[in-house]
């Protein structure tokens, strides 16, 4: 329940939409700087090759800037404590290989971004070809021509995750339930691709960097380094970002580029990434490969699980965390929200000659869940049981939490089963029952599957230990500034880029503080203006940032309590700070009074007061391995037997992410989060020819889901607060886009379980296009 | 991507455009709605020297019917014919067509001279003006011809138009009261270029019935015995089934993998079921 | 460099560019109206769609030199209008917008809709909503604040 219309669990309108709803949104390239120089790249057509030579025209001279030009750039380089792993450098422009089709050989500069490409069209490259390593579980332990010379095979880790005895539920197993999964390789595809701004302010002699980024103090850090440069002379700031989901929140070669090119030239540099250089070099993602065998009981119990995993990581590893994390996560999350006591996985990272694979909304777990929600289903099967009742006997219950998974994931607290009963009844399961028995007129089939999950958010520092990180992002910080005339200004470390902490952070503060939100600005994405923090990304800002903002906020309210006390002649004891004014026993005395006492009338303070209202506080969880938020996810499918043609016609989550800040903005969250999801699971896919050449080039190929594609989506919620965090919050951001793949492949296996002879037609890799349908059906019937 | 330069023109008349192209040397190009040349153009596809703009030449505008046939001028959009803001000679057809193009904001600017003259496999103007049995008019410096709308494509962005041949209109003959039509577009998302386009038309009372597939690998695909059996009235499903297996089957050179084959049996005998139902 | 002479949100331009530049670019980076965004410039995703002579279009797909003559509006020229301020409404109180790169697409788009009585129910403004894509809302909201504002100017099927 909100506390008031403006507090905590209040559906506070947003004051980011006015900008906009008029069109004045304010994206890096709607940022004009007069003598601007735009950046075209010259990048690779090779999956994998040798550079003999590269040759500009002459005429092109001091426009045409390879590595060899720009000496002072250091290559990116992943430092990582996990024993074993392979950590390449990456030159941000190559130096004497290629190692994806893409990859930035020369940044080309021209007035406009039309002349730069023609400039970049001029200049000539000698490749000695290569062959690329493009099949990850067939190249891993080597090929004809590594990805990386030296290395012996093209594995940047290996790890493997036991807990129990495997060997022992084997034995033990009354069924074995063994299936492979592939979840293909696709890109974040942001409606807004990256860009970078650049120029060098002589006054502050700094080098300004505007980047559409989640993570502008980490990629600072990065910038100083890669460049040799102090930090104070580094300003980098994200303003309006079209969208981020992970592939946004890691350090990329452009960036360090237009970096170094604002520190030679003397006139701002500018690059707008277009929609084709984003399917090839943004971030990939997903691209994971499972072979899972489970051991059951006859009640389909699951004694145990042995799993291999292999993540296709392309050709190197994005700064800070490397490729490591996505086949680690796949691992640990694997087990899934059950009490599986029996566990080993082997995770594989792979290089091959890719584009390098980032984070994306849920990161490992939507491939982890979908390999385990299948295999679920798949047991559920094999012992003749409905896949609810299965998932529900296997599922962590509430009694027992805190609960440690094999997997090393510490739940914290919730009810699972009731997330599963609670989307069944959204779903209207006995509806969509009979309505499956009756037959669609057109032919279709009606097939509804779930799939559960247990997400992992703002995990802090021990966490990120425990993965080997060398950069850590487990705090947030807030500077909170009371002005002279009473109004608050939050600067925070986070990085808002749809949503909605502009909002969600004030509703906290006027929880604490009593301000009127009108009266809150929100200041993230400027390093200049706001205390280091990481950015937002891994479900972390509202319980982070918030427990920051809370925490600062209280440090005001107490200075605020001991200057309005003073100025009541009160004993500070029996003053109060709510409803924007602090109130003593014989009147009140308004914050904005305080705050003229504490800026412009100091002779009021109390003595041995100092004057200001500024506070800065970091915060972690009391937790440091997570709050776990959950969600079972429905869907229902109509499938054409003779296209193959998925309909998804209903939709729903029942989730449970503790203490809601702001209800609408949480739903919006699930929403998005959902229909990325709906994308991996029928849409997106980026496919490779055996050379290395990407076959998915523009929106035509790369289908990303529209509104006449989807239903509504239907949202319950259970609220079980955490007992880690500031009100119970938990993070969510991710949930929405980790169940999807796997409740809709569940749900066709339900469409089509009456054709052929034996089980019928298993979709087990996505995206689930009407040609691996039809493939399904033809081989059960044979 | 931004596109490669070229110079611009706007004739204000079809001789002078037909005059410009023919003096291109094979490096002008004509645009009208421009919703296809110029995607190629930003995606450097297509670098044309020079761009002739005849969106607004008022002879591609003309839109005139008398009782057998609706002419349209190649420069009518889909938008006109979605909104059916032309007069719609095939009870429906065109217009059920032109709503399944794209996006709205498409339509506005494509043309549907632009559609048949491109000869995408996968459009939808090529596979509809064949199964109407339409005719194009074409203005060239040899001067004017017409061409059956079936053969006018003759491959992928093939078409037996010449260097200098700009398509003028598209002459439509008029369906009759008591014909029937079916119209089946395999798509996974709304708007993008078909999977697999069956078109069945059946106008007994002018003899003309005929079943034509599109995203065909190449120039739409008159199903020769299928448009056959609809004419002889053969219309149980087991007949039509195999009059569209065998037409499939003689479209060897088109090369389908059995996905595709399926799907545009799926489509016909769909499209044929609307008409027989 | 070709002259040309058009309208944009009222104001009467006269100006001289080269063939190239697409009507996107043009409203950017010469007139400085920035409201129009480039999500992918071959047409499918929507964040560029402006108004040309009352319809929508894709402004990435359109030359400038083309449309010599034409009335442009952008997202920075509906003050005034009624369906616009009405959808404003909605989307704010549906939460119809995340990031907002694509918002000023949808808009244009969906005043487009509701003038030609297109948003009569759900299924009806899905359908016309395909050609403008969002990575960040999921819809559900959008097509909410659409149907929202559609039942406030009395619209639907007007027919």
């Known amino acids: 329940m909100p506390d008031d219309a403006f507090g905590i669990g209040a559906s506070l309108l947003r004051r980011e939409d006015e900008r906009h709803l008029y069109g004045r949104g304010e994206f890096v390239p709607d940022i004009k700087l007069p003598g601007t120089m735009e950046v075209a790249f010259l990048r690779s057509p090779h999956a994998h090759a040798r550079i003999r030579s590269v040759t500009a025209p002459p005429e092109a001279k001091g426009r045409v800037f390879t590595a060899a030009d720009l000496p002072r750039i250091k290559p990116i380089r992943v430092v990582t404590q996990a024993a074993g792993a392979k950590s390449p450098p990456w030159p941000p422009l190559a130096t004497d290989k290629v190692r994806y089709v893409g990859e930035a050989i020369a940044a080309c500069l021209a007035p406009t971004r039309a002349e730069a490409e023609d400039l970049a069209a001029t200049v000539m490259v000698d490749y000695e070809v290569l062959d690329a390593v493009v099949i990850a579980p067939r190249d891993m332990r080597g090929s004809r021509h590594p990805v990386h010379d030296g290395w012996g095979d093209n594995l940047f880790s290996e790890r493997v995750f036991e807990g129990g005895d495997i060997a022992a539920a084997a034995r033990a197993a009354e069924l074995t339930v063994s299936r492979e999964y592939r979840m293909n390789r696709q890109s974040g595809a942001p409606l807004e691709g990256r860009a970078v701004l650049a120029y060098r302010d002589w006054r502050l002699d700094e080098i300004v960097i505007f980047a559409s980024t989640q993570t502008p103090h980490t990629v600072r850090v990065a910038l100083g380094e890669c460049l040799d440069l102090d930090l104070r002379r580094l300003r980098v700031v994200a303003p309006d970002v079209g969208g981020g989901f992970g592939p946004k929140a890691r350090l990329y070669p452009e960036e360090i580029i237009l970096a170094a090119l604002a520190l030679e030239l003397d006139h701002p540099l500018r690059w707008v990434e277009d929609r084709s250089e984003h399917l090839l070099t943004s971030a990939h993602t997903r691209d994971h490969h499972y072979k899972v065998t489970a051991y059951a009981d006859r009640e389909g119990r699951v004694l145990g699980v042995d799993a291999e995993i292999i993540v296709d990581a392309g050709a190197y590893g994005l700064w800070p965390q490397g490729p490591y994390q996505e086949a680690a996560m796949a691992a640990r999350n694997l087990p899934g929200p059950y009490v599986i006591a029996n566990y080993r996985a082997r995770a594989s990272t792979v290089a091959t000659n890719k584009a390098p694979m980032g984070p994306y909304r849920g990161v490992g777990r939507p491939g982890a869940c979908f390999a385990i929600e299948r295999t679920i289903d798949e047991v559920a099967r094999a012992v003749g049981r409905d896949p609810v009742e299965v998932r529900v006997l296997n599922m962590v219950r509430p009694e027992q939490m805190p609960f440690t998974t094999v997997g090393g994931m510490r739940f914290d607290n919730g009810d699972y089963p009731q997330s599963v009963r609670l989307c069944a009844e959204l779903i209207d399961l006995p509806a969509v029952r009979a309505r499956q028995q009756q037959g669609e007129p057109d032919g279709r089939l009606i097939g509804v599957g779930f799939a559960s999950f247990a997400e992992q958010t703002a995990h802090g520092a021990a966490e990120f230990v425990a993965r080997g990180a060398s950069i850590v992002p487990g705090f947030e910080s807030c500077t909170a500034r009371i002005l002279p005339d009473g109004s608050l200004v939050l600067m925070v470390g986070i990085q808002s880029h749809g949503q909605g902490l502009e909002t969600a952070l004030s509703q906290i503060a006027h929880h604490e503080l009593g301000i009127d939100p009108a009266r809150i600005a929100v200041r993230h994405g400027d390093t200049e203006s706001t205390a280091f923090g990481f950015g937002t990304f891994a479900s972390r800002s509202m319980v982070m940032a918030g427990g920051a903002v809370a925490r600062a906020s209280r440090i005001l309210r107490d200075k605020l309590c001991q200057i309005g006390a003073h100025l009541l002649q009160s004993d500070i004891a029996l003053v109060r700070c709510a409803d924007g004014v602090v109130q003593g026993p014989q009147g009140s005395v308004t914050i904005a009074e305080i705050a003229k006492v504490a800026h412009v009338r100091m002779d009021g303070l109390p003595p041995g007061l100092d004057p200001l209202l500024d506070a800065t506080a970091t915060y972690e969880p009391s937790v440091g391995t997570g709050v776990f938020s959950y969600a079972t996810h429905g869907a229902v499918v109509a499938v054409d037997p003779e296209t193959g043609f998925v309909d998804l016609i209903d939709f729903a989550v029942a989730e449970d992410c503790g203490t809601m800040v702001n209800p609408m903005i949480v739903e919006g969250q699930i929403r998005g989060g959902v229909v990325q999801g709906i994308g991996t699971a029928l849409y997106e896919e980026i496919p490779y020819d055996d050379t290395g050449q990407p076959l998915a080039g523009t929106l035509a190929d790369y289908l990303l889901p529209g509104a006449a594609e989807l239903p509504a989506i239907k949202i319950g919620h259970l609220h079980t607060p955490a007992t880690a965090t500031e009100y119970g919050m938990k993070g969510m951001g991710e949930g929405g886009a980790v169940a999807p793949p796997a409740a809709i492949a569940n749900a066709v296996r339900d469409a089509l379980a009456a054709i052929g002879a034996r089980n019928g037609p298993e979709l087990n890799e996505t995206p689930i296009t009407p040609r691996r349908v039809i493939a399904a059906i033809r081989k059960a019937r044979a | 991507m931004k596109a490669p330069a070229f110079d611009y023109v706007r004739p204000r008349s079809l001789a002078e455009a037909v005059a410009l192209l023919g003096k291109g040397d094979g490096e002008a190009r004509v645009v009208a709605g421009g919703q296809s040349l110029l995607a190629l153009m930003n995606l450097r596809l297509s670098a044309p020297a020079l761009l002739i703009d005849i969106a607004r030449l008022p002879e591609l505008a003309v839109v005139s019917q008398d009782d057998d046939a609706v002419t349209l001028g190649a420069g009518v959009t889909h938008a006109m014919i979605e909104d059916a803001r032309v007069p719609d000679p095939s009870r429906g057809l065109m217009a059920r067509a032109a709503a399944s193009l794209g996006y709205r904001a498409i339509r506005n600017r494509g043309t549907i001279g632009g559609s048949l003259a491109l000869a995408d496999p996968a459009a939808e103007w090529p596979a509809v003006l064949a199964a109407l049995d339409a005719e194009a008019a074409v203005c060239g410096s040899s001067g004017r011809r017409r061409l059956g709308c079936v053969g006018f494509a003759t491959g992928i962005y093939e078409t037996r138009l010449a260097d200098d041949e700009i398509v003028e209109t598209v002459r439509l003959p008029k369906l009759s009261a008591a014909a029937r039509w079916g119209y089946v577009k395999l798509a996974r998302k709304s708007g993008e270029f078909a999977n697999a386009l069956a078109v069945a038309v059946v106008d007994q009372a002018r003899g003309h019935c005929r079943v034509v597939i599109g995203a065909a690998n190449g120039a739409p695909l008159v199903l020769a015995q299928a448009s056959r059996a609809l004419a002889d009235g053969k219309h149980a499903a087991e007949t039509m089934h195999a009059a569209i297996a065998a037409d499939l089957d003689r479209a060897a050179d088109r090369h389908f993998d059995d996905f595709q084959r399926n799907l545009h049996r799926v489509a016909a005998m769909r499209a044929v079921q609307q008409v027989t139902a | ?159």
């Open chain 3, 1 to 159: 460099m070709t002259a040309i002479g058009l309208q944009i949100n009222g104001a009467d331009i006269v100006d001289e560019l080269p063939p190239r530049l697409s009507l996107a670019d043009y409203l950017r980076e010469r007139r400085n109206l920035t409201g129009t965004h480039l999500g992918c410039e071959h047409g499918v995703c929507g964040a560029c769609t402006v108004l040309v002579d009352g319809e929508p279009a894709r402004a990435c797909l359109l030359l400038a030199v083309a449309c010599d003559g034409r009335r442009v509006q952008t997202i920075e020229g509906f003050a005034g209008d009624p369906v616009m301020a009405a959808l404003r409404d909605a989307f704010h109180r549906c939460h119809g917008l995340q990031c907002g790169f694509c918002t000023p697409a949808m808009l244009i788009t969906a005043c487009d809709l509701i003038r030609r009585g297109k948003a009569g129910s759900e299924a009806e403004i899905r359908q016309g909503l395909a050609g403008n894509l969002c990575r960040c809302t999921g819809y559900t909201n959008i097509v909410a604040a659409v149907l929202d504002a559609a039942a406030t100017q009395g619209a639907g099927d007007a027919g």
